[in-house]
């Protein structure tokens, strides 16, 4: 595809549920970065994969959060036990190694019950 | 302490004003310095990317880092209304991890 692609785009889940999100790069892109940003918030870093490793996995907010990238191409971002505080929409983007992100995904918006 | 503070305005300017944004950072160890600008209800897009210190300009817009007091700047000469937005400042000091100022809401008044 010509962009950034993330699925679902709406996810309206259940307290203590696990959800799953998914990052489509462009494809080449060799990096890939997670964001969240709450409702009238800043972004927050979450994690950034180069290739298929995550060099610094200390910006995951909890050990409920976990991500992947396999193929150098799509990633899974997994919150457990999912809370009302991670309601949030979480952004994917990705570049070319070493130059930072300029090209976003359209979100998901994750909504906890 | 924070690592990035930015001051969250809004700011309010009339049309055709220089824009000043700022942010400071407590990381010495930071190299990459990124804004992004964030219209309302839109994701983020990559402004102005700058590696180490110095400024780099892109028409209207001017990034400006000065490690040695650790604070950054956004200048947009002759605003326009269409500038209006949240502008973020980021950085980073070895790509791996990236720490995000709150965001400062410009509003240019036509």
């Known amino acids: 595809g010509a962009g950034v692609s993330q699925s679902p785009s709406n996810k309206v889940t259940e307290k203590g549920k696990d959800v799953e999100l998914r990052c489509d790069p462009i494809s080449g892109h060799t990096a890939l970065y997670w964001y969240r940003q709450r409702l009238g918030q800043g972004l927050e870093f979450l994690i950034y994969?180069?290739?298929?490793?995550?060099?610094?996995k200390s910006g995951l907010p909890s050990d409920r959060f976990s991500a992947e990238r396999t193929g150098e191409s799509v990633s899974t971002l997994t919150i457990q036990r999912t809370q009302q505080e991670d309601s949030a929409v979480y952004l994917c983007?990705?570049?070319?190694?070493?130059?930072?992100?300029?090209?976003f995904g359209p979100g998901t918006r994750l909504t906890v019950l | 302490q924070k690592e990035v503070e930015q001051d969250p305005g809004p700011l309010s300017v009339p049309e055709g004003a220089i824009v000043s944004l700022n942010c400071t950072y407590s990381?010495?160890?930071?190299?990459?310095f990124m804004w992004y600008r964030q219209y309302s209800r839109k994701g983020p897009e990559l402004l102005m990317y700058?590696?180490?210190?110095g400024n780099k300009e892109d028409g209207r817009f001017t990034a400006q880092v000065d490690k040695s007091s650790k604070y950054i700047s956004l200048f947009i000469r002759d605003s326009q209304p269409s500038d209006s937005a949240t502008y973020l400042c980021?950085?980073?000091?070895?790509?791996?991890?990236?720490?995000f100022g709150s965001g400062t809401k410009l509003n240019v008044k036509p």
């Open positions: 983007a990705s570049s070319l190694a070493l130059v930072p992100e300029g090209l």
């Open positions: 994969f180069q290739g298929n490793s995550a060099p610094d």
């Open positions: 980021a950085m980073s000091a070895n790509f791996n991890k990236f720490y």
């Open positions: 990381n010495s160890a930071f190299q990459y």
């Open positions: 700058t590696y180490s210190s």
